[in-house]
């Protein structure tokens, strides 16, 4: 996400940083680098201009000259423009009624029918309540097979009448919704290759049926410059409450997201950052920025370790660990708790201060589950005392779960350095980054 531009925007900020003071002349050299590298993220030219101008007038001002730390205070007329560009604060969604209604429309191909599942899931999570999924895509081909197949995965009912009439199906379901104490109602509507009569038609008829809390219109990120067009598309016959921005974790230049508030004043309120059915995040403008910027996101990363991770086993794991009785077994537990949490790399970026050639450390799934496999072909003894563990134990072990003896070796040596760590770390021998 943003990795292209979060390096071209780093480069250009950390040359300031050399610098005793700021001047025009550097500034503008400065700007200049950071308006090519907007416009190369495919962010609108009208935005990067705004944006260009912006900075330079807040940078060149009296305080700022006469800084001690330029550089700092540079840093932070970027990041505090880049929150204004993305929408300043964060847009919480509105879920007043009883049930709650949600319409999600958009294009076809934009993820909508994918989100809505994914949606349907953070809400669950967040707010300890029961979700209805609706199927009102009744023309795309097995969209209404794929919601059921996405509600059965995640244990949330889906209402659908098959190939009826969208606006009868989506009102039917509202009072079934009543009926069995659903609180939200979720509407997957039908999307078409373009904007078209039709499709308007049928969405207004829709809202004007059940009077829905939000409309979210789903938007593929990938799609550019163009989804500022999609989006006034779509505003322009509904009243669009906000937008969610779908594969952000894909090949992407991001500019959208930079672009989409500043030129049509609707909201992103979330980002689609996996294509697993928790790769739904609320969107943050401040957080984004400290993003793109190469500050982290320590905020999110606690969030998300509080809503995945079990607590009560971390206080164990911690317990022991602090008492030095942490065993295999225990790591095994943790290892499973920290594969909750998704793709190890996307986690790392979240953390302040993380240099750079770590950020790009991609994590094999492959290489998890190798490791799990060779801690369960242990015996509970060898995995409460792995210090026990010699040659002809190696050798059965890597025969258990076929993998190599070297593989075991390096295992072992990773479990007995971070027992070190976790010493130190007590004794207070060692700093943490944050």
Known sequence: ??????DRLQNAINK??????????NISSITREIRLALLEADVNYKVVKEFINNVKEKALGEEVKKSLKPGEVFVKI??????????????ELNTTGNPAILMLVGLQGSGKTTTIGKLALLLRKKYKKNPLLVACDVYRPAAIDQ??????????????????????????????????????????TAGRLHIDDNLMQELNNINNKVNPQ???????SMTGQDAVNVIEGFNHELPLTGAILTKLDGDTKGGAALSIRHLTNVPIKFVGVSEKMDGLDEFYPDRMASRILGMGDLLSMVEKVENTIDQDEALEAAKKMEQGKFDLDDFLKTFKQIKKLGPL??????????????????VNPKDMAHIAAIILSMTPY??????????????????????????IN????????????MKRIKNGNVKMPF
Do not use: W
């Not at 790392?348 to 950020?359: A, F, R, S, W």
């Not at 390096?410 to 760590?421: A, G, I, P």
């Open 78 to 91: 970027v990041k505090d423009e880049l929150v204004d560009l993305l929408g300043g604060n964060h847009e």
């Open 382 to 407: 060898e995995r409460r005392h792995p210090e026990c563990i010699k040659n002809s134990r190696k050798l059965r072990i890597s025969k258990g779960c076929g993998r190599s003896v070297e593989e």
């Open 1 to 6: 996400m943003f990795e292209n531009l979060s």
């Open 214 to 220: 939000e409309i979210l219109l789903v938007i593929d």
């Open 345 to 362: 790399e996307n986690l790392i970026k979240l953390i302040p201060g993380i240099p750079k050639e770590l950020k790009s450390v991609k």
């Open 147 to 188: 919601l059921k197949q996405i509600g059965k995965e995640l244990g949330i009912e889906v209402y659908s009448e098959g190939k009826g009439d969208p606006v009868n199906i989506s009102e039917n379901a509202i009072n079934y919704a009543k009926e069995n104490n659903f609180n939200y109602v979720l509407i997957d």
């Open 16 to 25: 300031i940083k050399g610098h005793g003071k700021i001047t025009e002349e």
């Open 410 to 421: 390096r295992l072992l040596k990773q479990f007995e350095q971070m027992k070190t760590m």
